[in-house]
């Protein structure tokens, strides 16, 4: 790793750097800011000298930081990269940290994407590539609006809901009425989504536990041994 100390004034931003573009008040700008100031700078810009461009490739935020605490020069590790390599570095360092303006990240990927260089070292895999080079405002829109639920999806979901708590105060008023000190020790109850089956209680500590068990199960569309074993150790 080669690195040379550069003055601020001869480095030049990256005109087509897709990160989106922090300001002072901004929260992450503001963390990235105390980080220096209590650390100093242990994480240098990258520069890409081809051309004596001196054109920065990573470390945009960091650069606008040292330029408000008034830093006049600085290390920073030193690239000789072509327009693509270069640009390609760029996408990958902020696909590892930053967030990006989404509109100039699709233009970026879809200029770069020439067959030199394997488009997946910019970090995204197949699918993101696709997803991210057919990015525009408009499909966004559509997808956010596909997004939000029907009326018919809301009144389902509403009947649904109204079905739990029916079959919840049920079984708690037969709990109740069967065998309340065993309510009252109860850490958990877990109602099961047919009305067939009878709540499992559960009076031990292990909630978190029981719950990812059963949560792995119900992932994988499987009955848990867990449930069976906690409905016969505590029948109702």
């Not at 100039?104 to 488009?119: F, K, P, Q, Y």
């Not at 978190?208 to 505590?234: F, H, N, T, W």
Request: charged share 30%; glycine share 4%.
């Amino acid at each position: 790793m080669d690195l040379k100390t550069f003055k601020l004034d001869e480095l030049n931003p990256a005109h087509y750097n897709p990160r989106k573009d922090l300001k002072p008040g901004d929260k992450e700008y503001e963390k990235i800011k105390n980080s220096i100031e209590a650390f100093g700078f242990v994480e240098p810009l990258i520069v890409n000298i081809r051309d004596g461009k001196n054109t920065i490739v990573g470390g945009h935020q960091r650069y606008k930081v040292l330029k408000e605490l008034g830093v006049k020069d600085t290390k920073c590790v030193v690239v000789d990269y072509d327009e693509i390599t270069e640009k390609a570095c760029n996408v990958a360092l902020n696909k590892i940290d930053g967030a990006f303006d989404y509109s100039s990240l699709a233009d970026l990927l879809n200029e770069i994407d020439t067959g030199a260089i394997d488009m997946q070292l910019t970090g995204f895999d197949e699918d993101e590539l696709a997803r991210m080079m057919g990015w525009t405002e408009a499909a966004r829109i559509t997808e956010l609006a596909e997004a939000i639920p029907t009326p018919e999806q809301l009144q389902d979901a509403s009947e649904k809901a109204e079905h739990m708590v029916t079959n919840l105060s049920e079984a708690l008023r037969e709990l109740a009425d069967k065998a309340p000190a065993r309510l009252s020790d109860a850490k958990m109850i877990i109602m099961p989504k047919t009305r067939a089956k009878r709540p499992i209680l559960v009076l031990d500590d292990s909630v978190s536990d029981v719950i990812i068990e059963l949560q792995r199960y119900a992932d994988a569309g499987q009955d848990s041994p867990l449930a069976c074993l906690m409905a016969a150790k505590y029948p109702l």
